[in-house]
């Protein structure tokens, strides 16, 4: 049973817009959520990531912002550049364990 | 520094055959995870070593073994591979309390 999901499988955006990745989870008792990025034949990197205890963390253009009432949580980029065409995985940590979605290909349109 | 290296990239096994995929971190990390990522699955984490000396189950651990060598090295064994195995594996490092989990490159495993 897929304690995080992302329903969303693929994502076109046009260069220099915001692109807007969404995630939804079960677990309440998820303490951490973490964003990573994957390119084609590399490992997933680390993105940016977000207390259970916060509604919004930024890190230059990205943003991740959490709804705990909503079990919802999602990564904004701005501008979004085609270097960010890539797979992105949204990810949930309850005692340093990860558990991931199914990710989101992106695609930055020139 | 290499970071997270695995050996093989690619491996392409018979039923039955066992093989042993190879994990090493010069970060001087505690913790280190192996996963597998499967078409619309996402990662899900088989075993994870909290320590040196140390190793436990994850989701899916069912069909593998691991062996957390020393600090630097933890390996995924596969003991009678099945086709339910072909998947591409990662295995990850973490330092003490810090959140975020380094990967390396992946082992692509194909069973026929």
């Known amino acids: 049973d897929q304690q995080v999901k992302q329903n969303s499988p693929s994502l076109s955006v046009q260069e220099g817009r915001i692109s807007i990745l969404n995630c939804d989870y079960t677990n309440s008792m998820f303490d951490y959520f973490l964003w990573y990025k994957k390119y084609p034949a590399e490992g997933p990197t680390f993105l940016i990531s977000?207390?259970?205890?916060?509604d919004k963390n930024e890190d230059g253009r990205f943003t991740v912002f959490l709804n705990k009432s909503a079990k919802h949580l999602s990564l904004h980029i701005v501008p979004s550049q085609p270097g960010d065409s890539a797979v992105y995985f949204c990810a949930a940590s309850k005692d340093y364990k990860l558990s991931f979605g199914a990710g989101t290909t992106v695609t930055v349109r020139a | 520094n290499a970071g997270v290296t695995q050996t093989p990239k690619f491996q392409v096994l018979k039923t039955g055959q066992s093989m042993t995929l190879q994990c090493a971190q010069d970060?001087?990390?505690?913790?280190m995870y192996w996963y597998r990522q499967d078409p619309g699955m996402g990662l899900r984490l088989i075993y994870y070593?909290?320590?040196?000396?140390?190793?436990d189950k994850g989701e899916v651990p069912n069909g593998y073994n691991v062996s957390r060598l020393n600090k630097r090295e933890f390996s995924l064994r596969l003991e009678s591979a099945a086709p339910s195995q072909t998947s591409v594996y990662f295995c990850?490092?973490?330092?003490?309390?810090?959140?975020?989990?380094?990967f390396g490159p992946g082992t692509r495993l194909t069973v026929t």
């Open positions: 070593s909290a320590s040196e000396g140390t190793t």
């Open positions: 970060m001087n990390h505690n913790s």
């Open positions: 977000i207390s259970s205890i916060k």
């Open positions: 990850a490092s973490r330092r003490r309390g810090y959140l975020g989990q380094y």
